[in-house]
Nanobody, 124 residues
């Protein structure tokens, strides 16, 4: 079965950087668009970034543009989210997801598979 496993979360101070990773197994990674979402306590899951199946097109939430970078390594079946200048309000569980159509979208409803999430805590 398809599995997504995130790693790289942790506790950092505001302004610091983190690199999240997400490895996919059980499917052909290169066929999927990949996305990152976050969910803060008591709030809905929201879009952060996505990359299409070829890796040539990315899309970001306005709040993270210029600070976060999504990338994928098909040789390693892994998608990354480099997060710089982290803010306190970005404390959340971060999820990666795979979208079989391949284009990459902002909607949680378009993604077929989800990881278990990794906690990112930003202290002020």
């Amino acid at each position: 079965q398809v599995q997504l496993v995130e790693s790289g979360g942790g506790l950092v101070q505001a302004g610091a950087s983190l690199l999240l990773s997400c490895a996919l197994s059980g499917a052909t990674f290169s066929r999927y668009a990949m996305g990152w979402f976050l969910q803060a306590p008591g709030k809905e899951r929201e879009f952060v970034a996505t990359i299409n199946w070829r890796g040539g097109s990315t899309n970001y939430a306005d709040s993270v543009k210029g600070r976060f970078t999504i990338s994928k390594d098909s040789a390693k079946n892994t998608v990354y989210l480099q997060m710089n200048s982290l803010k306190f309000e970005e404390t959340a569980v971060y999820y990666c997801a795979a979208e079989g159509y391949g284009g990459g979208t902002r909607s949680v409803h378009d993604y077929d598979y989800w990881g278990q999430g990794t906690q990112v805590t930003v202290s002020s």
